[in-house]
């Protein structure tokens, strides 16, 4: 008893004088590693209604890290993740802690649309370089531009505009019917297809708009039995697009009425990968296509390392990493030449895994593929197959 | 015709859903006096279990009482502790405990369910539609309505015509004097927290083939459990079967002929209900001494 105290007291005094070397030894170390180090603050939603999303993002940018080593023009990069839980005032409070706090060099991430515009403020004012990697309303590309603000991701009327012109050209100018989230995502989607596809001489019919987490669909779909139209444009995302279309099967109208949908509605891994069956045959217009021949080595890494295609969130994460490659490298990793980083990311386009790149010197937004995706079987379950690709969609920007 | 008597059905079926989902939570509301929001876990818990339990290829009419065990196993141990030291509190300190308690549970289930939304595997016969002359309606919201149905005459039964009813409704009136016949107050106490929570995972169980699950779940129908049971009024069997088809068909017709304003029909049910008749539709029958 005596000598198995003794040993433990002599392992502790070893140990503790150890630990007083290493620290003596490791502490200047640590210090250099985070001079030279780069630090890159993501904000995405761990919790609340995106939290699945926000977990896809925040793999999408740590798999490209790894993928490059954790190294970026020859400087560390350090990651720094924080959870907005899609609300915006948590938003601006986790921006600024990473900006005033962590003096991260730049910032990234944003899933809400509502958290990317209450943020604009305090990153215009903070001059920091920002990345927003999925907030799409029209406005950030618009009104609530900001000049070290980069949009690598689409706007809202990319996509339906889009869905306007496939619609018209491909589908039918009459007996269209939309259905919509009635919230300001929802409202802009089928605004802008409303608009493109009248003026392309199509003519909208019965416009239903369900509250923000529906959770019955039932006397809409009802509703839309007894129209029977010819197909409905819509937008849902999250768990009301996962309702949505298996309701659409629980009452067997996926198999008589055409679905033509923005992205969210059937994106690859938060929709599709949980209704399965029940998306097939349903299109939509997207900036991501797991099937898009720039997202092949992408969507099999993916899918090794997550069991799963990437929808939208996981590609945006790891294309935010792309755009933040490329525009160190064309500085040298100078992040704090901003003017110069600035001219030089939008001076040559940029390949990523959503398609080419480049950017909207007006306003920072890229300009995207827009991929038409047909939802079709394959080895993998459901998927979003590209049977078309409008190339180089800009928005109208400040001037609309 | 054929598009309003579905439009009935949808409205019965949504019904029964929120019934499901108000029961548990008026159940201990009424007879314990305790405020407990952890009634969305036990949904949501309810629903997780029956998603792993039809999709584990195990006969699929299991998971509807095994969804119950497994909240009310839950609901057990909470009662156990920390509920029972809380029933004499201000309804604030229980308000705290249990909504504190309801965010760790759905960190513990987004940490083990993940955070992906997930659906049900419906079994063959449950998921075909019937055809109301030439509408489509599906039999899994037939099966709802029955099952809802059912549900709600047995409990009636149990506890306006049997021994054990009188005894739980005894307790809810004077605790004291049951004991005095020599009845384990704390335990039926135990058994009800138990049953309410079985039957919030019953109905998560049953809601989870038309609403999926997902983290937020639990919050969303804790929030209609909570306004079905406002509506009813407390203490009653009655009042939250009523208020439950009230909601539910007012919310089905105004998705029906105005679908931006199903919400705001709700809420303004609700803060009628406030206003004109606070104790809610069904009114316990209280003697005034």
């Known amino acids: 008893m005596t000598m198995k105290d003794a040993i433990t007291r002599r392992r502790l005094i070893a140990a503790g004088g150890a630990t007083a070397f290493a620290g003596m030894l490791g502490a200047p170390l640590i210090a250099k590693a985070a001079n030279g180090s780069l630090r890159i603050g993501m904000v995405t939603s761990l919790s609340g209604p995106f939290a699945g999303l926000g977990e896809a993002m925040r793999d999408g940018i740590v798999m490209a890290l790894e993928e490059y080593g954790n190294e970026i023009a020859g400087r560390r990069i350090e990651l720094i993740v924080e959870d907005d839980q899609a609300k915006p005032d948590e938003g601006v409070r986790k921006f600024r802690k990473l900006i005033g706090q962590d003096n991260v060099d730049i910032v990234s991430g944003v899933i809400s649309s509502a958290v990317a515009l209450a943020v604009r403020d305090v990153v215009t004012e903070a001059e920091a370089l920002t990345f927003i990697s999925a907030g799409s309303a029209n406005a950030l590309a618009r009104d609530a531009a900001s000049p070290l603000v980069f949009r690598p991701t689409k706007t809202n009327w990319m996509l339906g505009h889009t869905a306007g012109l496939w619609a018209a050209e491909k589908i039918s100018k009459t007996g269209c019917l939309t259905i919509g989230a009635d919230y300001a995502a929802g409202r802009e989607y089928i605004g802008d297809f409303v608009e493109t596809y009248t003026a392309q001489g199509g003519a909208v019919g019965q416009q239903l708009w369900a509250p923000l987490g529906t959770t019955d669909f039932g006397p809409l779909l009802t509703a839309i039995a007894s129209v029977q139209p010819e197909f409905i444009y819509s937008f849902f995302a999250g768990s009301d697009a996962v309702r949505f279309l298996r309701q659409m099967k629980d009452y067997r109208l996926h198999e008589k009425v055409k679905v033509l949908g923005g992205g969210a509605l059937f994106d690859q891994e938060d929709v599709i990968a949980t209704v399965k069956d029940a998306a097939l045959g349903g299109l939509n217009t997207c900036n991501q296509s797991p099937t898009a021949p720039a997202s092949q080595a992408f969507s099999a890494a993916y899918l090794a390392r997550r069991g799963v295609l990437p929808g939208e969130m996981g590609t945006a994460g790891y294309v935010t990493a792309q755009v933040i490659k490329a525009a160190l490298e064309r500085v040298g990793g100078d992040v704090a030449a901003k003017d110069q980083l600035k001219e030089n990311l939008l001076a040559l386009p940029v390949d990523t895994v959503f398609g080419p790149m480049s950017f909207d010197p007006r306003n920072n937004q890229a300009i995207l593929d827009i991929y038409v995706n047909e939802i079709t079987e394959s080895a993998d379950g459901p998927v979003n197959q590209v049977i078309h690709t409008y190339q180089g969609v800009q928005d109208p920007g400040p001037t609309a | ?289």
Request: charged share 10%; with cysteine.
């Open chain 2, 1 to 289: 015709m054929s598009f309003y008597l579905v439009q009935i059905l949808n409205a019965l079926s949504f019904s029964m859903l929120l019934m499901l989902t108000g029961l548990g939570l008026s159940v201990v509301l009424s007879l314990l006096n305790f405020v407990n929001l952890t009634h969305g876990s036990s949904f949501l818990l309810g629903a997780y279990v029956s998603i792993w339990w039809l999709g584990s290829g195990a006969p699929w009419w299991l998971a509807f009482p095994v969804a119950f065990l497994a909240s009310a196993l839950a609901g057990l141990v909470l009662e156990r502790f920390p509920f029972r030291q809380f029933y004499t509190r201000t309804h604030l300190m229980q308000v705290l405990l249990t909504y504190g308690l309801s965010v760790i549970f759905a960190d513990l289930m987004r940490w083990g369910f993940g955070a992906q939304i997930a659906s049900p595997e419906l079994p063959e016969i449950l998921s075909g539609v019937i055809f109301v002359f030439d509408m489509p309606f599906p039999i899994y919201r037939l099966f709802i309505i029955v099952f809802g149905a059912v549900l709600a005459l047995a409990l009636w039964f149990v506890i306006d015509r049997t021994i054990w009813g009188a005894v739980v409704r005894a307790c809810v009136t004077d605790r004291r004097f049951v004991e005095t016949l020599g009845l384990d107050t704390k335990r039926i106490f135990t058994i009800v927290v138990a049953v309410a929570a079985g039957l919030g995972g019953l109905s998560g169980a049953l809601g989870a083939g038309v609403l999926s699950a997902y983290p937020g779940l639990d919050e969303e129908q804790l929030i209609l459990a909570l306004i079905v049971v406002v509506v009813g009024g407390l203490g009653t069997f009655r009042g939250t079967v009523l208020s439950a088809l009230l909601l539910g068909f007012t919310m089905t017709f105004t998705k029906v002929w105005i679908p931006e304003m199903s919400n705001v029909a709700a809420l303004a049910i609700m803060a009628l209900m406030l206003v004109i008749a606070p104790q809610g539709l069904v009114a316990r029958k209280v003697r005034q001494v």
